[in-house]
């Protein structure tokens, strides 16, 4: 008996393979990209939190912009830092290791280390200067981290005397992120830059941060436009999207 072949059997058979064939492909790529495009950005800093005390990140977002900015600082053999607002010092911490690291390079650091409960959670209030100091142990030891313990409005002018009699150098790097008051942004802001060096980089947290709408003036944007309107022609935009970050050119 000659076996006839069942050709729309085999043609049945070939469309069903090519579905699967061309869904998984489908579903497999999409899923693929999905994870490209999810995948953290490689960075090893703050993935490995161990050895050190951190319960909030105000920071870690900032890490893409930031990460450019490393190449300025890798030929300076003095570079001299400054942060306004340093909390459990996540962003000294980035700032020691990345921008002031060099043989002759210190960080100074202003904060109250009182933050208002209402503003730190976990809605607990927690000896901050301690962990700051901890985190920072190392640092702190071989005097690459000075902490000035005290409101910028008090300590920025002590800083800026010492700056003007040249005991202290002026600043490559600046950071602002202490009170998010508007009028504290200007004074720290007006300050702070006169501290730092021509081709020095401000970076200036905050300015996207909306939490009070109907009351501006608990935020940084309205002192962060007023400054950019003031001192316009003396600095270069390098980054404006929830933080600005300004080079200093004259
Ligand atoms: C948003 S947190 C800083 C976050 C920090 N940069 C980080 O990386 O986690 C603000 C800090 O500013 C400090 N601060 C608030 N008002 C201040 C003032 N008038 N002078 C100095 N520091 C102040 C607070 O104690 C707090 O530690």
């Not at 409101?151 to 700056?163: D, I």
């Not at 008051?181 to 300015?207: N, T």
Request: hydrophobic residues 40%; positive net charge; charged residues 25%.
């Amino acid at each position: 008996m000659v076996k006839t072949i069942n050709y729309k059997k085999i043609l049945l058979f070939i469309v069903i393979i090519t579905t699967i064939f061309i869904f998984v492909s489908f579903t497999g790529g999409f899923a693929l990209l999905k994870l490209i495009k999810t995948s953290k950005p490689l960075i090893t800093y703050q993935e490995n939190t161990t050895g050190y005390d951190f319960s909030v990140d105000w920071f870690s977002h900032n890490l893409k912009s930031w990460n450019k900015y490393k190449a300025f600082f890798e030929d300076n053999e003095n570079s001299q830092c400054l942060e306004i607002g340093a909390l459990e010092g996540r962003s000294t911490l980035y700032t020691v290791q990345n921008y002031c690291n060099s043989k002759n390079s210190k960080t100074y650091v202003i904060d109250t280390w009182e933050w208002p409960i209402s503003y730190y959670t976990p809605q607990e209030q927690k000896d901050l200067f301690a962990i700051f100091s901890y985190n920072l142990r190392d640092y702190i030891k071989n005097k690459k981290v000075i902490p000035l313990r005290g409101e910028s409005r008090k300590m920025l002018p002590q800083l800026a005397y010492e700056v003007s009699q040249n005991k202290l150098q002026k600043f490559d790097f600046v950071y602002i992120c202490g009170s998010h008051l508007a009028k504290d942004y200007m004074f720290d802001m007006a300050l702070s830059w006169e501290m730092l060096k021509v081709d020095g980089i401000m970076a200036v947290a905050g300015y996207g941060w909306d939490k009070f709408k109907e009351n501006p003036e608990l935020t940084p944007k309205p002192a962060i436009d007023g400054f950019l309107v003031s001192y316009k022609g003396d600095y270069e935009i390098l980054h404006k999207g929830f933080e600005v970050h300004l080079k200093k050119i004259r």
